[in-house]
Structure formats: structure tokens, C-alpha cells
């Protein structure tokens, strides 16, 4: 995994916007929001229709180029492949993947399914997986981008990488039990890497 540069959560969360408005969401105006403020950006986040939690959980984020094999130690939500393994290693060794595609209309899945390159555009949002989710890491956006790209053999794709979590975060403490938030094995780059 090749780090490409740090970002931090503004011009991340500005960057994942961009992602959105390419999809049809119009971007809201972004002045007076409170960068700083994790509960108030979820609050901002889910009254414009974003997803929340970990979009706003980490105060930083790396854009980064993975290799084909980082993207197998990751793992995607559940309800894709119902009482399979979330790991997508698991998942491709067991042919899983083979009978996959999405579910509605894309701009990517024509393009990659060619084997054309991955863009920076469509890059895949990761956070440090759960131990129940058996990875290194989870995708928490782009669960069909990263479907695609192993299952049509691409070599490395992008991706942000969150860490150095928000321990006022609500959500964080709520909704994943507080892991991230009372664990000091995501605070810097390197540890989250090296999962």
C-alpha cells in the first residue's frame, strides 16, 4: 500500500462530497459548517442525506494506492453475500465473486469490468476492520468498486484510509462499541497500514 498523501477531515469529507454530487447529490453550502465538531458533522451529514459515522469518525485520512493483494484482507458489509465471509479473499477463493454484479446502474462497473484502470475519482473508503470482521480492513464505501476490481483482476486501486479516531464521536462509541475510540492501535498511519 503506497501512501499518495494525508488529508484531514474537511478535505476529506470534501473529497467524498465530490464523490456524491458525481452521483447526483447536489453538494449543500458548506459555510458555517464546523469541521472540528465530529457529532455536529454527523448531525450535518445525515440532514443532507450522507452517510454518517465514519465519513466524520476520523480527524484524518490518507489517499492511498493498493495493491491487488491489500484489497483481499479487506472485508465488505454482509448483506451483499448473506451467510458468507465479509473477506473478500474468502470470498474470491471460494468463487463467490464470479456470479457478482451490482445492483443498479453505474459509472464504473463497464469501465473496470474491461480491465481499464482504477481512477483516483472512485476511490474506496476504508476504516480499520472490527475483530469480528476478520480483515485488516473494511470498506465502508465502494463495496462494489471493490467487488469489481478483484473480480476482474485489476492490480490497484485508491482508497482513502481513516485513522487517528475521534474519541468524541457519538457514533464511533455508539454504533461500533467504542473500539476505535478506546484503542490507541489507530492513532497514526503507520499502525493502520501495518493492520
Given at each position: 500500500?503506497?501512501?499518495?498523501?494525508?488529508l484531514?477531515?474537511k478535505?476529506?469529507i470534501e473529497?467524498y462530497?465530490q464523490?456524491?454530487e458525481?452521483?447526483?447529490?447536489?453538494?449543500?453550502?458548506?459555510?458555517?459548517?464546523?469541521w472540528?465538531?465530529?457529532?455536529?458533522?454527523?448531525?450535518w451529514?445525515?440532514?443532507n442525506?450522507?452517510?454518517?459515522?465514519?465519513i466524520?469518525?476520523f480527524k484524518q485520512?490518507?489517499l492511498?494506492?493498493?495493491?491487488?493483494?491489500?484489497l483481499?484482507?479487506?472485508?465488505?458489509?454482509?448483506?451483499i453475500?448473506?451467510?458468507?465471509s465479509?473477506?473478500l479473499k474468502?470470498?474470491?477463493?471460494?468463487?463467490i465473486?464470479n456470479?457478482?454484479?451490482?445492483?443498479k446502474?453505474?459509472?464504473w462497473?463497464?469501465?473496470?469490468?474491461s480491465?481499464k484502470s482504477?481512477?483516483e475519482?472512485w476511490?474506496?473508503?476504508?476504516r480499520?476492520?472490527?475483530?469480528?470482521e476478520?480483515?485488516?480492513w473494511?470498506?465502508e464505501?465502494?463495496?462494489?468498486?471493490?467487488?469489481?476490481?478483484?473480480?476482474?483482476?485489476?492490480?490497484?486501486?485508491?482508497?482513502?484510509?481513516?485513522?487517528s479516531?475521534d474519541?468524541?464521536?457519538?457514533w464511533l462509541?455508539?454504533?461500533?462499541?467504542?473500539?476505535?475510540?478506546?484503542n490507541?492501535?489507530f492513532e497514526?498511519l503507520?499502525?493502520?497500514?501495518s493492520l
Open positions: 500500500m503506497n501512501v499518495i498523501k494525508v484531514s477531515r478535505e476529506f473529497k462530497l464523490r456524491e458525481e452521483k447526483g447529490h447536489d453538494i449543500p453550502d458548506l459555510s458555517g459548517v464546523k472540528n465538531d465530529v457529532n455536529y458533522l454527523d448531525s451529514l445525515a440532514s442525506g450522507y452517510k454518517l459515522g465514519i466524520s469518525g485520512w490518507a492511498v494506492k493498493m495493491k491487488r493483494n491489500d483481499e484482507k479487506c472485508a465488505v458489509v454482509n448483506s453475500f448473506p451467510g458468507s465479509q473477506n474468502n470470498l474470491l477463493n471460494h468463487g465473486l456470479k457478482w454484479s451490482p445492483d446502474k453505474t459509472t462497473y463497464d469501465h473496470l469490468s480491465g482504477f481512477k475519482q476511490a474506496i473508503v476504508l480499520p476492520a472490527l475483530p469480528q476478520e480483515s485488516s473494511y470498506v464505501d465502494g463495496s462494489g468498486r471493490a467487488l469489481c476490481a478483484l473480480k476482474f483482476g485489476l492490480e490497484e486501486i485508491y482508497a482513502y484510509l481513516g485513522f479516531p474519541e468524541n464521536s457519538g462509541v455508539h454504533h461500533l462499541n467504542g473500539y476505535f475510540v478506546s490507541n492501535n497514526n503507520s499502525q493502520v497500514i
